[in-house]
């Protein structure tokens, strides 16, 4: 990877009008920036080298690659090096309409449509001597259409996960202006896939050591659901049994799923055998048949778990189910974009969130599920997005209360210590005019407690800040919600309130 030709650009002013006009490769666009804040979702240095008179900019990564951002909200990779992606842009010049074109088109379309395109830029100005010279002082080969448009296709698809643009100020991700990869579901099962092929052949230290770690073993599991071969029941109970390991799974119930659907009574002792390892499988399979049944009713109890559960189409499994299992497997990239994309589907279109048996209502539990995933992954500003748009959605006072909280805290813990004191007046709003009953018990209940407690922690936070004025407000609003606690969950709070004081006194 090299930057050669752009040095050469940078050096010699004829070369880099050459690159600006006909092939929109300018250089003195740099210093106007892109036409918004962005950030690369996996974090990194972001270099604008480049624009065009469409408003576009090209960036370069830490690693060297150029990424292409347009000014309606597309990106994507071109090139390893900017030396590549000159090499396309001069070789391409109408690349922007080649995104969709692919190798396996074959030579003969692909050189027919930049033909075409290319036709179409020569009626309003020349591109030939103008490519032949620059090519010739950067010393760039004559590549052929078609090799250039598979380097363009290649370079786009990497783009997810490590290169995923994001509006800096919203949060929202930058659509893929080339080629979407293989879905998260194959690449998070391919090593589950290759486990099962070598457990189908039988080598005993596979089979303890896919059994013996709980990742491998959960994604082979998963593997199996969707390829489900005769021959497989002797490796599936012995999944089954080590699978206990990690208590009640998704995973478990599915080996015992695949092991039932078989509908071989003599397998039911060991299925109520995993029931009872603990309490949580024995509540997670307690509508399993009892000794005695018939195998009619085994396939029964397998099949209706199945139907409503799992089933044989990837594509169908709910999102947490692979971005969970690509967490687990080091994918953690993977998992952040696939998240960001559910949430920028969600923050467009509402109505994804409508229940299907009361289309008036929302179910928003998707929202604070993806609040959850992004705290987890580190992922402050996206958790604040998902939890912000979870509070907005929130009807009673309670769940109001409750989401407000919440997002009081990412807030503080992002260091957005205004927008958190914002919070938390809202949430004492709620509290004192609910508009409904669902708050009548708060003060006797953790929710007034953990309410109290996050004005605390607030509260020394500004402390903290050195903000002395705003640390003694939001001190004054703790004590007020502290007094109206039972005295129960007041006593629970009483040490924090003391630290509290004390450390405001400090600052004050």
């Not at 390991?245 to 003599?266: C, H």
Request: charged letters at 30%; one cysteine or more; proline letters at 5%.
């Amino acid at each position: 990877m090299t930057d050669h030709a752009l040095q050469l650009l940078r050096r010699d002013r004829r070369l880099a009008e050459l690159a600006a006009f006909p092939f929109d490769f300018d250089l003195d666009r740099a210093a106007q920036g892109h036409v918004e804040e962005v950030r690369l979702a996996s974090g990194g240095p972001l270099e604008v080298v480049a624009g065009d008179d469409t408003g576009g900019t090209y960036f370069v990564c830490a690693d060297g690659s150029v990424l292409y951002a347009d000014s309606e909200g597309g990106a994507g990779i071109i090139g390893s090096s900017v030396d590549e992606a000159l090499e396309l842009v001069i070789g391409l010049p109408g690349w922007h309409d080649c995104t969709r074109l692919s190798p396996d088109d074959g030579e003969e379309k692909i050189l027919a449509r930049v033909t075409e395109i290319e036709d179409e830029i020569r009626e309003v100005y020349g591109i030939d001597e103008e490519r032949a010279e620059l090519r010739a002082a950067l010393g760039f080969p004559d590549r052929s259409p078609a090799e250039l448009v598979g380097r363009l296709r290649a370079a786009l698809l990497r783009t997810e996960p490590d290169f995923v643009l994001l509006n800096a100020d919203e949060g929202c991700a930058y659509l893929l202006i080339g080629p979407a990869g293989p879905p998260l579901w194959e690449r998070v099962l391919a090593a589950g896939r290759a486990d099962l092929a070598r457990l189908r052949e039988g080598e005993r230290t596979v089979w303890r050591d896919v059994a013996e770690d709980p990742v491998r073993r959960r994604i082979t599991l998963r593997a199996a659901q969707f390829d489900r071969a005769e021959g497989d029941l002797e490796l599936l109970l012995h999944l089954l049994r080590h699978e206990t390991e990690s208590s009640m799974t998704d995973e478990l119930r599915l080996a015992a799923v695949l092991v039932g659907l078989r509908g071989d009574i003599g397998d039911l002792p060991l299925l109520l055998e995993v029931r009872e390892t603990d309490f949580d499988t024995a509540c997670g399979l307690g509508d399993l048949p009892e000794p005695g049944a018939s195998a009619d009713e085994l396939q029964r109890w397998a099949r209706a778990l199945d139907e409503s559960m799992f089933g044989t189409d990837p594509s169908d499994e709910p999102l947490s189910t692979w971005t969970d299992l690509a967490r687990d497997q080091g994918m953690t990239e993977l998992a952040r974009v696939a998240l960001i994309r559910e949430l920028d589907d969600i923050v467009m279109d509402q109505s994804r969130l409508r229940r299907p048996e009361a289309p008036r209502t929302l179910a928003t539990a998707p929202l604070s599920g993806l609040a959850r995933d992004f705290e987890e992954l580190g992922d402050l500003p996206q958790a604040l997005r998902a939890q912000r748009l979870y509070a907005a959605l929130q009807e009673t006072a309670w769940d109001r209360a409750s989401a407000g909280r919440t997002l009081a805290r990412l807030e503080r813990e992002a260091g957005r210590l205004p927008q958190a004191a914002d919070s938390l007046a809202e949430v004492r709003a709620a509290l004192a005019t609910p508009g409904d009953d669902s708050l009548r018990h708060w003060q006797q209940v953790n929710l007034g407690r953990w309410i109290a407690e996050e004005h605390y922690r607030l509260t020394c936070a500004f402390a903290d800040a050195n903000r002395p004025e705003e640390a003694r407000t939001l001190l004054t609003a703790a004590d007020a919600v502290l007094a109206e606690l039972s005295e129960n969950a007041a006593n629970d709070v009483c040490d924090l309130a003391e630290r509290t004081t004390a450390r405001v006194g400090e600052v004050g």
